[in-house]
């Protein structure tokens, strides 16, 4: 990555992530993949809006629109999409992947991730989402995203998750926390408070995260758990002490 301003190299450590999930193809490595692809976008969206005028070839913004178009995954891609009718290039080329288009791959990466129900996506489905990446970033940072790729040629990422204690403290995080939200999501859905039975729905994550303990906790209290549920709802919870400071 010789090429690379530094601060292009972490959205671009993003994109090399889920080059490698795609190189091994198995169902977890391909939703890995559409799901690292979809966060690369929006991580070289935010680091690009947030740099300073000089780190932007002088393109400058107002402040009232960079808050604006970091609000939303989507306000990003408003923004994007203007900027791309910016760029002489627009003139003699329509975008490489419409908006539209990315917001689809965005909603089955959304579904990847609440529902967690085991379904790999289509092929389709990732090449578009890789297509977006590679192009968004390349237009953003001036560079030729596919060919750093084939330069700088990612190590597939081992089939074996790696333990917590072998991930940087910042993917360790993400990793237990996907796990935390789907327990949690079971576990609330199972609980019964003063007779009727809790509902869980789109709620933020710092609010989930107060509650996991005490939900944990409230579940194994008022319903006999089975051995095999224990171990999966412990498990997290041990991971979530080395944490607790987080948020």
Known sequence: MSNLKPWAQ?????????????????????????????????VSITTYLHLHTTQRNNQTFEKKDVERW????????????????????????????????????HGMRNDIYHTHNGTAPEQRAITGIRE?????????YRVD???????????????????????SPSLAFLQS???????????????TVAGQVTTVSAISVPYMWSRLKS??????????????????????????DQYDNVV
């Open 10 to 42: 972490g959205p671009f450590e993003l994109i090399k992530h889920a080059e490698g999930h795609l190189k091994l193809a198995s169902d977890f490595d391909k939703r890995m993949a559409l799901i690292s692809f979809d966060n690369a976008i929006e």
């Open 177 to 191: 926390f996907i796990e935390f939200e789907r327990i949690l999501r079971e576990a609330l859905r199972q609980a």
């Open 145 to 167: 995203a596919e060919l750093l790729l084939s330069e700088d040629v990612p190590t597939p990422v081992p089939q074996q998750q790696p333990s917590v204690a072998e991930l």
């Open 132 to 140: 977006a990446s590679l192009w968004i970033f390349s237009v953003l």
């Open 70 to 105: 970091c609000l939303t995954y989507h306000s990003k891609l408003e923004f994007f999409e203007h900027f791309w009718s910016t760029q002489p290039q627009s003139l003699f080329s329509p975008m490489v992947v419409t908006r539209d288009e990315i917001v689809w791959y």
């Open 215 to 240: 939900a944990l906790e409230m579940v194994e209290r008022q319903m006999p758990l089975s051995e095999e549920f224990r171990v999966r709802v412990s498990q997290p919870r041990i991971r979530l």
